[in-house]
């Protein structure tokens, strides 16, 4: 396979696109993300890489909790407005006609329109260099009945998922390719 060599980068694609609500009352903001990652599953922690030039950065540390809120597909114009847009000089929820919702467990609040919202306490903060990596404990989470099998769990197909990749592009994901964790079934594998 021919190959080029390519200057260091983030390269790592698709990302998950996440709208993180932070701040309080009249603060609250949100921020569009494409770094966010599961990092633990006990106790279940996520991370998100935030510049610490943006409005949402500070919110997220006084306040020590954040939403990540994921939309589905036909949220995307609100997705990139949320991205391009800062709280500083908008209210989001407003432009956006977004509906804040109070959280169960922490100050900021969920998205009413998106299908999965994920309430986080901020347990870690990493200073990487551009980033500021915000390691938060899952405290709760809420799914739309419609993005689920039936069974309580996130069902990507039933999610509309949206994601980023480089070329500065939306898409959603595409069809299933095979079944998890089912090498160990395998002669020979």
């Known amino acids: 396979m021919d190959k080029l ?7 790592l ?17 949100l921020i569009t993300l494409a770094w966010a990652a599961n990092v633990c599953a006990d106790p ?17 540390t006084e306040i020590g909790e954040f939403v990540v809120n994921l939309p589905a ?22 432009e956006t006609g977004l509906t804040p919702v109070p959280s169960e467990r922490v100050a900021p ?10 309430e986080c306490a901020l347990r870690h903060t990493l200073p990487l260099g551009s980033h500021d990596l915000f390691v938060g404990e899952v405290l709760t989470v809420h799914v ?7 069974d309580g769990r996130v ?17 959603g994901l595409g069809e ?5 964790f089912q090498a160990h079934r395998k002669k020979g594998g």
């Open 13 to 29: 694609y698709p990302a998950p696109v996440v709208v993180v609500s932070c701040g309080v009352g009249e603060r609250a903001n």
């Open 5 to 11: 060599t390519l200057a260091p980068a983030t390269y």
């Open 144 to 150: 739309a009945r419609s993005a689920t099998a039936g």
């Open 109 to 118: 609040p969920r998205i009413g329109e998106f299908p999965v919202n994920i």
């Open 73 to 94: 597909a036909e949220h995307v114009g609100a997705v990139d407005f949320c991205g391009t847009t800062s709280g500083r000089d908008v209210d989001k929820w407003r």
């Open 44 to 60: 279940p922690q996520l991370a998100i890489a935030v510049r610490p030039t943006r409005h949402s950065h500070p919110l997220i």
């Open 155 to 171: 069902d990507p197909d039933h999610l509309a998922s949206v994601v980023y990749g480089h070329g500065r592009r939306y898409y």
């Open 176 to 180: 299933t390719l095979g079944q998890a």
